[in-house]
């Protein structure tokens, strides 16, 4: 008894060691943080650069915790210690696959920490550093911003997690055509931080600045102990002298933005199909009625529409599209306010008779729009996907888009994706909380002013061009198109759409505008017209692999691989490699995506050498992906905390912390029971002869990392970087 009561106290003082040496984990003293974005032609660029002291005697982790945009793609990634410099190298997936694989083969530790937000995804890395020494991180994201309601946003995302002396965000814009409209918006740009806002703009160019003293860090919303927390938006829009667009080239490559304005609207053919299945019981189903009344109420009374709700069952409220005549709506309100969940998920029927109902009405000069709202799987009629996809297509025929916009985290995001990809639609997630109405609402508005249908770009002169066909063109919203210019005598543009009553609108004439030093703010950085075209081709590749199927699909992902690799973009295709000396450690990143649900881990965190400057870190997964705990470090997962913004994970994360709680809680109550009655023993028995009681020992030095002769610091083995947003 008195060896297993030393054992388990031994157990017991371990766990308690390691807790007490991994709360030496902090984030450092970040002596300053600057947040430099560019946007030149609604291409931008932004660089984070933190820098961060060690002040401690010992050696310490340092914390590097970021929000991107998820539409941003990473490009570069530096830290840069006692004067080296460690720069990420983006690799195919499979090649840092490898690494890790390499990593674990040797013993060393792995670990898995990932979640992705509603429009940001979290970068984390931390690094061992020396004491009373200094790092420096840079991190490099860039971004193509779209035009929606009217408007561009540059969304920035501070949160340095403590108070900063020397904290700034600078923000340089460049527009050709001359800025029209600027705001700044965001919690930090709220009434306590007004005078750390600084704007102006004259013609062609605007500047923002927010600077915050060390006092205004802890007064703003949000704001406290821990320094700023939130998003500062700058919100612009552009000049339009011409109804043709605006044609940029530089350096053998063009953009054109195409967004006319003051046309007429064209009446649409709107219908709502509308999942009232038992999964939608509650607020889901309570936030779809307040939306479609508001909805309702914003339809002209030149358009139709149609309301589907459906089950396992299908509900239309009429059989054939209906005028928004001020009676027709008022009665479509009651309909909707009686809609309650019940039943299963019939997908595959419900949208088919959307599709039905659309086609029946259908009226030249109309624009037609099929509008899915779901929170679950197709799991009553037919409930293969791929069988659902192929139905739809073939019923829709390119005839008008499909939007599918899938509710909440049981969905099947991947699913709506590519079926409304197929259709000329998109998916968007719809997230569960307060503002899910306006979510609801905010999509609408953007789809609810058809200008032109059936438009068609034609560049003669041009190569490798991206999307020049769509099938309608919004008010609000904006068209680029961007390409290689082959011959620049012959380069020219034709501009083919339909606008009200059938009448067909031709573009043309569009003089290109030679601008090889578009912007002073640019300088430093490479032809921006070249990554703006790789940026673009990418992201729409990255939408036509999920498309496609066989050998399409994998001529597609090489096509998307190789261009990521050319222009240094972390995408779910590729990885960030950090490679520093032999025994420093390996650093992987990355890239998440939208909807994946995936059952093989794909951020991981390894330590590929001993001693130097090992760290971790950690990029983002798909909100709703797979959480493998085989990969989690016990150490890391009784040390990482999930924030507010991703209640799932925090969910799945911390029910495992507290087994972990518990069982040493167990351990511990058991441990002394043992021990007190080896005690009470001890003290019963009569001692051996000869033998006295032992004076009682000093405290010995636990701590496995300081020597037990002179109490130095041995060097530690930390485990090192992944950064990954995982792949599909």
């Avoid at 300081?706 to 995982?726: R, V």
């Amino acid at each position: 008894m008195a060896s297993t009561a030393a054992v388990l106290l031994i157990f017991i003082s371990c766990l308690q060691t390691t807790t007490c040496q991994r709360r030496k984990r902090h984030s450092g003293d970040i002596y300053s943080f600057h947040i430099n974005a560019t946007v030149t032609s609604r291409y931008a660029i932004t660089v984070i650069t933190s820098r961060v002291a060690n002040r401690h005697d010992n050696s310490s982790e340092i914390d590097f915790h970021v929000k991107i945009p998820k539409t941003a793609f990473i490009s570069k990634f530096r830290m840069t210690i006692d004067g080296k410099m460690y720069d990420g190298v983006v690799k195919k997936k499979e090649e840092a696959e490898q690494q890790y694989k390499e990593a674990v083969d040797q013993g060393q530790t792995a670990g898995l920490v990932s979640a992705v937000g509603r429009t940001l995804e979290d970068f984390r890395t931390s690094v061992s550093i020396a004491a009373h020494n200094k790092v420096t991180f840079e991190l490099t994201y860039e971004e193509l911003l779209q035009r929606r309601l009217g408007n561009y946003e540059l969304l920035i995302n501070a949160q340095p997690g403590q108070i900063v002396r020397d904290f700034k965000i600078n923000v340089n814009v460049y527009e050709k055509p001359g800025i029209k409209l600027l705001k700044v918006e965001g919690s930090l740009a709220s009434k306590t931080l007004t005078t750390a806002v600084t704007k102006s703009h004259v013609d062609k160019e605007a500047w923002i600045t927010f600077s915050p003293t060390e006092v205004q860090q802890t007064q703003c919303d949000g704001c406290g102990e821990h320094g700023l927390s939130g998003d500062l938006k700058m919100i612009y829009d552009v000049e339009r002298p011409h109804s043709n667009g605006e044609m940029l080239v530089v350096g053998g490559f063009f953009a054109h933005y195409f967004a006319p304005a003051d046309l007429p609207r064209i009446p649409k053919n709107v219908v709502f199909v509308i999942d009232r299945s038992g999964s939608m019981l509650g607020q889901k189903i309570s936030q779809t009625r307040t939306a479609l009344l508001k909805i309702l109420d914003d339809l002209a009374e030149n358009d139709r529409f149609g309301l589907i709700c459906f089950d396992d069952k299908i509900s239309p409220w009429k059989r054939t599209l209906i005028g928004a005549t001020q009676q027709n709506v008022k009665a479509a309100k009651e309909f909707v306010g009686g809609i309650e969940s019940r039943g299963s998920t019939d997908i595959n029927a419900a949208v088919l008779e959307g599709v039905k109902m659309i086609q029946t009405g259908h009226k030249e000069g109309v624009a037609s729009i099929l509008i899915l709202l779901t929170d679950g799987q197709p799991n009553s009629g037919e409930a293969d996907p791929d069988k659902i996809e192929e139905n739809v297509r073939r019923a829709i025929g390119k005839g008008f888009p499909l939007y599918c916009l899938g509710f909440g985290f049981d969905v099947r995001f991947e699913f709506l994706q590519k079926m409304a990809q197929e259709n000329g639609g998109v998916a968007r997630r719809i997230y569960e909380g307060t503002d899910a109405v306006l979510q609801l609402e905010g999509f609408y508005e953007e789809v609810a002013v058809p200008l032109l249908t059936s438009v068609k770009m034609a560049y003669k002169g041009a190569t490798h061009l991206t999307q020049s066909a769509f099938m309608h063109y919004y008010n609000g919203s904006e068209i680029v198109v961007a390409g290689q210019i082959s011959n620049i005598t012959d380069f020219s543009t034709a501009v083919i759409a339909v606008s009200t009553n059938t009448e067909v609108m031709t573009y043309t004439d569009i003089k290109p505008s030679q601008d090889e030093n578009p912007s002073p703010v640019m300088s430093g950085f490479e032809n921006f017209l070249q990554r703006l075209w790789a940026y673009l081709t990418l992201k729409q590749l990255l939408d036509r692999e999920v498309m496609l199927s066989g050998e399409e699909k994998k001529a597609v992902k090489q096509e998307a691989l190789d261009l990521a690799l050319r222009y240094g973009f972390v995408t779910p295709m590729t990885s960030m490699v950090v490679t520093k000396p032999q025994a420093e450690g390996s650093h992987v990143a990355h890239k998440p995506k939208e909807g994946e649900s995936s059952s093989t881990p794909l951020s991981r965190t390894y330590s590929s050498g001993f001693g130097g400057y090992q760290g971790r870190a950690y990029s983002d997964l798909a909100y709703d992906s797979y959480y493998d705990s085989d990969l989690l470090s016990l150490s890391d997962l009784a040390n990482y905390r999930l924030s507010n913004d991703y209640p799932m994970m925090d969910k799945s994360l911390s029910g495992r912390h507290h087994i972990w709680t518990v069982g040493a809680a167990v351990l511990l109550v058991v441990g002394m029971i043992l021990a007190g009655l080896w005690f009470w023993r001890r003290k019963h028995a009569r001692p051996p002869p000869g033998r006295t009681n032992p004076e009682e020992n000093e405290c010995v030095n636990t701590d496995p990392f300081i020597s037990s002769e002179d109490g130095t610091k041995g060097k530690e083995s930390l485990p090192a970087l992944t950064l990954s947003p995982a792949a599909s």
